[in-house]
T-cell receptor, first 109, second 114 residues
Framework: DAKTTQPPSMDCAEGRAANLPCNHS???????VYWYRQIHSQGPQYIIH???NNETNEMASLIITEDRKSSTLILPHATLRDTAVYYC??????????FGSGTKLNVKP | DGGITQSPKYLFRKEGQNVTLSCEQN?????MYWYRQDPGQGLRLIYY???????QKGDIAEGYSVSREKKESFPLTVTSAQKNPTAFYLC?????????????FGPGTRLTVT
């Protein structure tokens, strides 16, 4: 069963913020939300993760709703190199991650 | 440099042959994973190992086998029983930090079986 729901694709203008949504309505209290991205034909790259508080690092910000049923990954100033498939993942069972189909982000000049 | 290496990057085999994909990590991570990715699809978990000499089946383990004799190494064998072996194979490792356990991925091996 799918654990997360993401739109299949999104467009963003270069230099603007990219806001990628994810629904995880069946998340349980101790499950973290992770975000990865995959550039074509490469291994996925870790971006950020969180439990219930908003998180920020040098790559992105993660906003998790108070009920934890959805989250948004924010790339504050998207560049062409941010064009990739972005996966929102909820860890289920110890050490098992479910990767869905992700969101294809197209950053356009 | 610390990281995960997978070799080779491209692998070609004839149908009916077993093939072993290599995965090595020098990150001192306890857990290692193998995923399969088909074109336009997400990743599907084949096997994972939390510690040396122990491993568990993932969602699509049929036709695959693994071993975990050393912490650094987690080779995957694609057997002739795997009906559709052509795919992109990704290895990952992780460790629990107390605030989650993000996975780090290797560059992948693209296997083509004809």
């Amino acid at each position: 069963d799918a654990k997360t729901t993401q739109p299949p694709s999104m467009d963003c203008a270069e230099g603007r913020a990219a806001n990628l949504p994810c629904n995880h309505s069946t998340i349980s209290g101790n499950e973290y939300v992770y975000w990865y991205r995959q550039i074509h034909s490469q291994g996925p790259q870790y971006i950020i993760h969180g439990l219930k508080n908003n998180e920020t690092n040098e790559m992105a910000s993660l906003i998790i709703t108070e009920d934890r049923k959805s989250s948004t990954l924010i790339l504050p100033h998207a560049t062409l190199r941010d064009t990739a498939v972005y996966y929102c993942i909820v860890r289920y069972n110890f050490n098992k991650f479910y990767f869905g189909s992700g969101t294809k982000l197209n950053v356009k000049p | 440099d610390g990281g995960i290496t997978q070799s080779p990057k491209y692998l070609f085999r004839k149908e009916g042959q077993n093939v072993t994909l290599s995965c090595e990590q020098n990150l001192n991570h306890d857990a290692m994973y193998w995923y399969r990715q088909d074109p336009g699809q997400g990743l599907r978990l084949i096997y994972y190992s939390q510690i040396v000499n122990d491993f568990q089946k993932g969602d699509i383990a049929e036709g695959y086998s693994v071993s975990r004799e050393k912490k650094e190494s987690f080779p995957l064998t694609v057997t002739s029983a795997q009906k559709n072996p052509t795919a992109f194979y990704l290895c990952a490792s992780s460790r629990w930090t107390g605030k989650g356990n993000e996975q780090y991925f290797g560059p992948g091996t693209r296997l083509t079986v004809t």
